[in-house]
């Protein structure tokens, strides 16, 4: 069976860059858990927060997991808050492989400074605190994973690469 394989990590990790890649590289399909969101409901994520809550988005996510249950020859990201149910966690690794990726708290600034469609960050406290502050309560959910990937420094084409590899030891049958 073509197992699924799944990103966590980080808003600015590139779950979604690398997912989108790895799974043209395997031929399978793309999942992207927030796009699916926003499709669902006809609203962006920022208006999910704003009017419904973080408690409601994060029912949201929970139910379109399980419905993600069965699917094969898939490469799913997910929001970066997907891991912090239990239910959650417990979701993924039913669905497949889980991969985490990672990176150091400035690069992940660098890379988010200009976005302003992660509810998470706005506020007054400064982007690095906010981002550390996020990763540091969710270290141990992230660390609940398969394999865990540093991106700092990485291209695009050097993550999806170690991905492969790995994605291919450990579910592809030598012939
Ligand atoms: C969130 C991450 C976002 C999105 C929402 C909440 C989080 O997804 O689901 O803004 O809790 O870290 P990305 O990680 O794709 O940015």
Known sequence: MALPIILTGPMGSGKSSVGRLLAERLGYD???LD??????????IN???AEEGETAFRERETELLASLTGRERM??????????REQNRRLLHALGLVANLTADVSELAQRLAQADDRPLLQGKQPLEARIAGIMAEREPFYADADIRIDTTG????DVTAQLLVFYTERCIPKP
């Open 30 to 32: 793309f999942v992207d």
């Open 35 to 44: 796009a699916l969101l926003v499709e669902q409901t006809g609203k962006s």
């Open 47 to 49: 208006r999910i927060f």
């Open 75 to 84: 490469v799913l990201a997910t929001g970066g808050g997907a891991v912090i």
């Open 154 to 157: 990485k291209t695009l084409e």
